[in-house]
């Protein structure tokens, strides 16, 4: 019975090394063809690494600029009735929505909010006021590409949303009273204004294709 199990191992081993050698040649080419499907994977993998790492650099200088623009020019605001409207930071929520997409908008308009809190030139209802807004338009174009649902996203998004998560904020960490849809309003003025204003000013970008240049072929 061992001198059977020899032989057939041996037997078996005989045959799978003849069909091993007499395949090597498949074998190797394969392996040659995968190593340099590898190798070409990897460079592009490269290139596009390369290519992001650029992009990101860009809307970082993009969101940089719009972040100074929200503090120095907040205090700007013109009458309408009673209220009164502060355009700017919606006008930079619609900008970045469009050109730097929902994550950088959200991000942009957090530090603009966070840095007019600490100078004094805005309070902790800029918070939901901006973010929501950059939120909500920055997704609704993301998915749409339309500059349309841009703007609606960011009335939407700061007039509705934004004012009624301004209202816990008011009340319970501000102490402020207010009623549940006392901010509406007023958001809904400034977002207007600022929406109104970058309708032509990103009407003009996207023509012009200044910023499409600025981003390669991410826009």
């Known amino acids: 019975m061992y001198n059977t199990f020899i032989t057939n191992f041996f037997a078996f081993a005989q045959e799978f090394f003849i069909i091993f050698f007499h395949n090597i040649s498949f074998v190797h080419g394969l ?22 790492n650029k992009i990101t650099t860009r809307k970082l200088a993009i969101a940089g600029v719009l972040i100074a623009v929200g503090v120095v020019c907040s205090p700007l605001n ?3 009735g ?8 919606h006008l930079i929520n619609i900008i970045a929505s469009v050109f730097l997409g929902p994550f950088y908008g959200v991000i942009m308009a ?9 100078t004094g030139m805005g309070t902790l209802l800029a918070f939901p006021g901006s973010m ?27 007039g509705i ?3 009624l998560a301004a209202y816990p904020i008011a009340v319970y960490v501000m102490g402020k ?14 977002s207007a204004g600022g929406t109104v204003i970058a309708i032509f000013l ?6 012009t294709h200044a910023l499409d240049k600025f981003f390669g072929d991410e826009q």
């Open 161 to 163: 949303i934004g004012a």
């Open 31 to 52: 392996l040659t063809k995968n190593i340099a499907y590898a190798i070409i994977l990897e460079e592009f993998n490269q290139r596009r690494f390369l290519q992001m």
């Open 177 to 190: 009273e207010a009623a549940l849809f006392a901010y509406v309003l007023p958001f809904i003025i400034s």
């Open 82 to 89: 009673a209220s009164k409207c502060f355009p700017v930071q």
């Open 110 to 118: 957090f530090i603009t909010s966070l840095l007019r809190l600490a």
């Open 202 to 207: 990103v009407t003009a970008l996207k023509q």
């Open 78 to 80: 013109f009458p309408v």
């Open 132 to 158: 929501c807004g950059a939120l909500i338009g920055g997704l609704c174009y993301k998915f749409s590409k339309k500059l349309p649902l841009a703007y609606i996203g960011e009335l939407f998004g700061t």
